[in-house]
């Protein structure tokens, strides 16, 4: 009979499982957000996935449960008391990592199978390409997930390839899809990569084994660097999935997503929003250089100075082991225009209407909660990728102006001061400008999240493609 309980047990008993994808960070807060918001999106439309991160890292940083039900599993990365610090440098950690993360990495999906979850899929970090191997000694699907921009990626693997030689010779680099770049617009690992020799071969080796890949991801949404994504699709099936921000920022569709979820560093919640609802609308310039830059004592000075001397309030994230930097009695003697905090929601200060300017540092993931909240920035690029992020903000998306450093390489405070001015209080034609592409972006990127956006439709076609395999895993 039909709709009988006998015949709905039996429709019950022969529904396919749910895929289940493991989501695979390297240890760090800016790719640890993009990647565990991914994950979120894939738990949003019917499949399990679960985060991957250290010993350590799992047991020194501040989850908020309320924001996300991933489930959480851990591997070794030969440093469980100490994690990086306990290495003591790049070259240690990065060594044991890559000699004990595979075998623990290994286990654990062996031990979920064991226990009845079989793994379907791994979504692992371009940093840590030795999962790659992992999931082809088991069989399961691979997708690589870059935590850079496009044009950074490909400037990494034009190096990787040999086509790109360091030390450069001559003043510029042209590569395909990008606008011809100066060799100090290029990732510092690549530019100077003397200075960097532990890390150049990390970002370097992400392409060692690429081609291996079920799936290239990329964390922006294709409008942003179109011309490079279609270069790129020629090799790889790219798929662009951002901008991967809590979807109350963006789209909206997944309840009570407003916070990433995993902290590194506590914020101070209560402290900057109440400080900035009593400011004008875009009054204010947010300063913050991210979870791992150092700024010099020279330079911070600089920064306190323009701060200081201009008519504009600012909020500086400071972080605790940064504080001494300071000049002597800077906090107190700006109190009544500035507040600095070691840490703060970022995502809640950039969408509050008081925020007139970004003063960022480029990190990849402040560029695009930026852009994706359609907030100007005043871009002081220090390392990594974060030249190339800051030659793209300015010339190419157009959404802010570059800082530029003297001959020592120091942004002085004149230059701050005249680009604040540019940028909050003297409003010319080129800032209306600027505030115009900034509201373009905004829209565009939402739209890209947005049910049947660009990069929705990129993550419900992964998706399909895991239910298939499940299918027929039950018919088998």
């Known amino acids: 009979m039909k709709g009988s309980p006998s015949n709905l047990i039996m429709r019950e008993e022969s ?16 790719h640890i957000n993009p990647m565990l918001q991914f994950a979120k999106r894939l738990l949003s439309k019917g499949v399990k996935a679960d985060l991957v991160t250290t010993v350590f890292l799992a047991n020194s940083s501040f989850s908020d449960s309320s924001s996300t039900s991933i489930d959480l599993h851990t591997i070794s990365d030969g440093f469980d008391q100490g994690g990086y610090t306990q290495a003591g440098s790049p070259d240690t950690y990065l060594l044991t990592f890559w000699s ?17 979850h079989p793994v379907d899929a791994l979504v692992y970090d371009g940093f840590l390409p030795w999962a790659l191997d992992v999931a082809k000694q088991f069989g399961i699907r691979s997708a690589v997930f870059f935590t850079q921009s496009c044009a950074v990626s490909s ?33 510092s690992c690549v530019a100077v990569p003397e ?10 080796n992400q392409f060692s084994n690429v081609d291996g890949a079920d799936c290239v991801f990329f964390n922006i949404f294709y409008e942003l660097e179109k011309e490079v994504v279609d270069w790129m699709s020629k090799f790889w099936n790219v798929m662009t999935v951002g901008p991967t921000i809590p979807s109350m920022y963006a789209d909206k569709r997944l309840q009570n997503d407003k916070d990433y979820g995993l902290n590194l560093f506590k914020p101070n919640f209560s402290a900057c929003m109440s400080w900035l609802s009593g400011k004008p609308k875009s009054s204010v ?5 991210g979870s791992i830059s150092s700024l010099g004592s ?20 400071v972080r605790g082991t940064e504080k001494a930097k300071l000049p002597n009695h800077f906090i107190e003697e700006t109190s009544e225009k500035g507040l600095v905090v070691d ?8 969408s509050h209407e008081s925020i007139g300017c970004f003063l960022s540092h480029c990190g990849f993931n402040s560029v695009l909660e930026a852009l994706s909240l359609g907030v100007p920035m005043l871009a002081m690029p220090q390392w990594t990728d974060q030249s190339t992020n800051a030659k793209y903000i300015e010339d190419v998306w157009g959404i802010g102006i570059k800082a530029r450093p003297d001959e020592n390489g120091i942004v002085r405070s004149e230059t701050i001061e005249q680009c604040l001015k540019e940028l909050v209080t003297e409003v010319g034609e080129k800032s209306k400008e600027i505030r115009k592409n900034s509201i373009k972006w905004k829209d565009l990127a939402k739209s890209a999240v947005d049910e049947h956006g660009n990069s929705d439709k990129n993550i419900d076609e992964f998706i399909a493609k895991l239910q298939q395999n499940c299918r027929r895993e039950m018919k088998d």
Do not use: N
């Not at 200075?195 to 370097?204: G, N, Q, T």
């Open 343 to 350: 840490w703060c929601p970022q995502l809640e200060v950039l």
């Open 100 to 116: 004990v993360g595979p075998k623990s990495l290994a286990a654990l999906i062996k031990k979920l199978g064991e226990t009845g």
């Open 195 to 204: 200075s960097y020799p532990a890390w150049f071969d990390v970002v370097v």
């Open 298 to 317: 020279e330079q911070m000075a600089e920064i306190a100075s323009a701060l200081k001397a201009t008519d504009v309030c600012f909020l500086w994230v």
């Open 285 to 289: 310039v947010y300063a913050s250089f």
């Open 155 to 187: 400037v990494y693997y034009h190096v990787c390839k040999g086509h790109l030689q360091p030390p450069l010779q001559g003043p510029r680099v042209s590569l395909p899809g990008m606008p011809p770049l100066q060799v100090s617009e290029l990732p």
């Open 15 to 30: 529904k396919p499982r749910k895929p289940h994808v493991l989501i695979l960070p390297y240890p760090g807060q800016g």
